[in-house]
């Protein structure tokens, strides 16, 4: 038996496809651009969309490329690799489709998976609340069934996509359960298109990072929508969202290293010119042994991730320990490989007129969303331990 750590020619045309047109499209000018006006480039996802960079994963009956999460991986990878934010744009108009894919009706699928595929809907996903994050099991949103229809009222945070996609899935609590420790066996999944009546969406400014990328606070007051719009199970909602997680958070991962990579190269392009003392600073043994260990550690996350990519293809299904493994080194060797880069530019890498700033900015969010490094380590521990739950 053995072990390959190549790609595939067709995977190595989709890696080189996907660097190409990040090259071409992703400028410092549309860049800054998005960064500074924290704008989504509608324009730049339309002709992501046109190729079907964003739907790679999606099955092909429903409009997408029919690959797997490999491929995903690879131009999540190589768009975060030339930048970041813009890369993130790009993609995430098709944040939550896996829900509706592995637990959607064949109707659902229809209606929204199609046109997400196509890149004529935006769709995003609220689980997180106001008091409710990683603690996903105690969202206070509810769902009321009133006829043919269902209720739902609450209010969602940092949600992306939230002020400009078409629809949302929504976890809603539909039962109240005896226990604290039963709450997740309450929760469900509701498709709520924004134009419905009772939506409302805020847009979050001033973040951080990742700014090209749309993030609202969004209310729903009285939102009604019919039976048809409930995914999946009622009070499955929950076992829904975990294996979600378990599947991007590979995805992230793949974010992460991408992030790394591009910062690398930034600094090492920068130190190999950048004089001081008359040398250049690519010659100081300290800088040459730093930029060697970033390397490794971005190897061994590349690996990591790739790995946990391709268990979930051999499997069917992903290993949340080795998802969980991937997501929390990638995002943490992403943030101190930026950390380094920047420092490496002095003064100039404090000026958002070098990319090294924002990459700087963009790597942190890796070590937030899709559960927070310190959930990572939990889940970790916890699957080693063989204590039951998360």
Known sequence: MTVSFQFTEEQE???RAAREFAEKEFTPELARECDREEKFPMELFKKCAKLGFHAV??????????????EQMIVMEEFSAVNPGLGLACLLPTFGVEILLLHGSEEQKEQY???????????GMANTEPDAGSDSASIKTRAVKDGNEWVLN???QFISNGSIADFILVTARTREMESFEKRHRGISYFIVETDREGYKADKIKGKMGIRATDTAEVSLNNVRVPESNLV??????????MEFFDITRVWV??????????????VIDYVKQRKAFGLPLAAFQYIQFKIAE????????????YRAAAVQVEQGKPDNTLSAMAKWYAGEVAVETTNWALQFHGGYGYIDE??????????????????????????IARNLFGFKGR
């Open 13 to 15: 045309d989709i890696r």
């Open 113 to 123: 998976v199609t046109k997400v595929a196509k890149g004529d809907a935006i769709m």
């Open 232 to 241: 999946g199970e009622e009070g499955k909602g929950f076992y829904y969202m």
């Open 253 to 266: 991962a793949a974010q992460a290293v991408g992030i790394a990579r591009g910062a690398l190269q930034l």
């Open 294 to 305: 970033l390397a490794t550690k971005i190897e061994a996350a590349r690996t990591l991730t």
């Open 354 to 379: 070098y990319p090294i700033n924002q990459f700087y900015r963009d790597a942190k969010i890796t070590e937030i969303y899709e559960g927070a490094k310190e959930v990572e380590k939990l889940i």
């Open 57 to 70: 994963a999606i099955p092909e009956e429903y409009g997408g490329g029919g690959y797997g999460p490999i």
């Open 154 to 156: 609450g209010t969602k």
